[in-house]
Nanobody, 115 residues
Framework: QVQLVESGGGLVQAGGSLRLSCAAS????????MNWYRQAPGKQREFVAG???????NYADSVKGRFTISRDNGKGAVYLQMNSLKSEDTAVYYC?????????WGQGTQVTVSS
């Protein structure tokens, strides 16, 4: 079992920055890829960014050049540095770790960008 806990969300003005953190505990040795997803009101949950254990990253087109994902394998943590935030980035952000037979999710952290 893996537990994921997000933190770092909040209210920020458009153009500002936030850094989200996700702390993993439990059987973290079983985790390869860690992802960030987000879900805005009335919309489906969407992929934001992902990073493998070796450091390979992948981003949604909507955040490329603005968001940076990183991880600390020793701490079992993944981070999302969000710069140049836009109102359309407003959403609940979730940490995700795919696993054999399923997927682990955190409880989410709210990010609100005011225009």
């Amino acid at each position: 079992q893996v537990q994921l806990v997000e933190s770092g969300g909040g209210l920020v003005q458009a153009g500002g920055s936030l850094r989200l953190s996700c702390a993993a505990s439990g059987s973290i040795f079983s985790i390869n890829t860690m992802n960030w997803y987000r879900q805005a009101p009335g919309k489906q949950r969407e992929f934001v960014a992902g990073v493998t254990r070796s450091g390979r990253t992948n981003y949604a087109d909507s955040v490329k050049g603005r968001f940076t994902i990183s991880r600390d394998n020793g701490k079992g943590a993944v981070y999302l540095q969000m710069n140049s935030l836009k109102s359309e980035d407003t959403a609940v952000y979730y940490c995700n770790a795919p696993a054999i037979g399923g997927s682990y999710w955190g409880q989410g952290t709210q990010v609100t960008v005011s225009s």
